[in-house]
């Protein structure tokens, strides 16, 4: 009876080790998959609640040179409920323009010429708060003569764009 009761001890002394090197060698990938599912979770809620509108338009093809490139403005809606920081609009946003068929990357300058943009906002704070309006201007050789239409897409680092075609004016 007595070699019974060693055996059953021994074989349950077995099965709590077993148990306990499961759990610790299961939990770890359990939490770091929770871990992976929440921020993913919040990703794509950012990115559901990020939301603008292009509201107005403005070309002029200027000389097309070099020393007088082509201006235009765009003027865009934060109609989302998700607030964007100006600092991931000109660390990160992508401009292109041009004619819809021959049109160039953009990069973000303060004192912007050929081949940049800038952006101006009447925002008190370091974001496009929701229902705030944002003018993005931009100087290239790309702006078409008046005949041609211009192509406009701005994109944000979380995937979130708005493309348009209109007319130079004039």
């Known amino acids: 009876m007595s070699a019974e009761t060693i055996t059953t001890a021994i074989f349950l002394i077995t099965t709590v080790v077993a148990a306990a090197v499961l759990v610790n060698a299961i939990f770890p990938v359990i939490s770091g998959m929770s871990g ?12 559901i609640r990020t939301d603008f509108k292009i509201i107005a338009t403005l ?13 235009a403005h765009i003027w865009m809606k934060n109609i989302g409920s998700e607030k964007i920081a100006l600092e991931g609009i000109r660390d990160s946003a992508t401009v292109l323009c041009g004619e819809p ?26 974001y496009w708060d929701p229902g ?39």
């Open 36 to 47: 992976t599912f929440s921020s993913t979770t919040h990703q794509a809620d950012v990115q």
């Open 59 to 71: 070309a002029m093809h200027n000389g097309g040179t070099t020393e007088d490139p082509g201006t």
């Open 101 to 126: 068929t021959d049109f160039t990357l953009l990069t973000y300058s303060a004192n912007p010429g050929n081949g940049n943009w800038k952006y101006t906002i009447t925002s008190d704070n370091e």
């Open 132 to 170: 705030e309006s944002l003018e993005i201007t931009y100087y290239t050789t790309k702006i078409p003569t008046s005949s041609n239409p211009v192509y406009f897409q701005f994109a944000l680092a979380n995937g979130v764009w708005r493309s348009t075609e209109f007319n130079v004016a004039g």
